[in-house]
T-cell receptor
Framework: DSGVTQTPKHLITATGQRVTLRCSPR?????VYWYQQSLDQGLQFLIQ???????AKGNILERFSAQQFPDLHSELNLSSLELGDSALYFC?????????????FGEGSRLTVL | QQPVQSPQAVILREGEDAVINCSSS?????VHWYRQKHGEAPVFLMI?????EQKGHDKISASFNEKKQQSSLYLTASQLSYSGTYFC???????????FGTGTRLTIIP
C-alpha cells in the first residue's frame, strides 16, 4: 500500500459524458501528479500540482482539467469524453519535486468510455 | 519528448542477467526507475541524481551517465518476481515533472 488513494477504481460511462477522478496523496506529500496509461502503453504525464499550485503541464487535453485543494487532495475532471479517453489514470504523490525523491503511485482509476 | 528505452522487450531464463537502457535528448538532473506488473501501479526501484553515486540494492543496480544523458538498470541473477514492465523516468533541473520512458517488458521464465 503506497498510501495514495484513488477513487473510483473503475468507471464506465458513455461518450460525451463528464467524470471526476479523485486522489488523496500520502500524508505529508505536497506534490500530486496525474498520468494517463492507455492499454499496454507508457505513462503519459498530464499535470502536476505542488501545495495547491499548478507547477507543470504535459499534453493534457483542453477537455481535461485538474486542481489541488487546500487539504491537498486533487481531482481530475474529464469532459466531453471520447472512446480514446479510455485508459488507466494514475495519481502519484511526492514530498517535493522528482529531483528530490520518489513518486508513490495510487492503484489507478480505470475509465472505460462506451 | 520522452526518453527512449531499449530493448523494448526481453525474455530471460531464471538466473540470467539483464540490462535495460534509458536515453534522453535533454540534460538530466534525475533518473528514476520503476517496475510495473500488469494492471498494477508502478513501484519505485531507485533514483539517481546528477553528481550522485551508482545505486543498488540486492541484485538490482543502476548507473547514470550525465554527459551522455543515459542511465542503465542492471538486474543480475534474475528471479521470476522480476517480470514486469520497467520504466525510467527523467527529471530536468527547474522542471517539476517526471517524464517516463517508452518501457521495457521483461519476462522471466523458469
Amino acid at each position: 500500500d503506497s498510501g495514495v488513494t484513488q477513487t473510483p477504481k473503475h468507471l464506465i460511462t458513455a461518450t460525451g459524458q463528464r467524470v471526476t477522478l479523485r486522489c488523496s496523496p500520502r500524508s505529508g506529500d505536497l506534490s500530486v501528479y496525474w498520468y494517463q496509461q492507455s492499454l499496454d502503453q507508457g505513462l503519459q504525464f498530464l499535470i502536476q500540482y505542488y501545495n495547491g499550485e499548478e507547477r507543470a503541464k504535459g499534453n493534457i487535453l483542453e477537455r481535461f482539467s485538474a486542481q489541488q485543494f487546500p487539504d491537498l487532495h486533487s481531482e481530475l475532471n474529464l469532459s466531453s469524453l471520447e472512446l480514446g479517453d479510455s485508459a488507466l489514470y494514475f495519481c502519484a504523490s511526492s514530498v517535493g519535486t522528482p529531483n528530490t525523491g520518489e513518486l508513490f503511485f495510487g492503484e489507478g482509476s480505470r475509465l472505460t468510455v462506451l | 519528448q520522452q526518453p527512449v528505452q531499449s530493448p523494448q522487450a526481453v525474455i530471460l531464463r531464471e538466473g540470467e542477467d539483464a540490462v535495460i537502457n534509458c536515453s534522453s535528448s535533454k540534460a538530466l538532473y534525475s533518473v528514476h526507475w520503476y517496475r510495473q506488473k500488469h494492471g498494477e501501479a508502478p513501484v519505485f526501484l531507485m533514483i539517481l541524481l546528477k553528481g550522485g553515486e551508482q545505486k543498488g540494492h540486492d541484485k538490482i543496480s543502476a548507473s547514470f551517465n550525465e554527459k551522455k544523458q543515459q542511465s542503465s538498470l542492471y538486474l543480475t541473477a534474475s528471479q521470476l518476481s522480476y517480470s514486469g514492465t520497467y520504466f525510467c523516468g527523467t527529471g530536468t533541473w527547474g522542471n517539476e515533472k517526471l517524464t517516463f520512458g517508452t518501457g521495457t517488458r521483461l519476462t522471466i521464465i523458469p
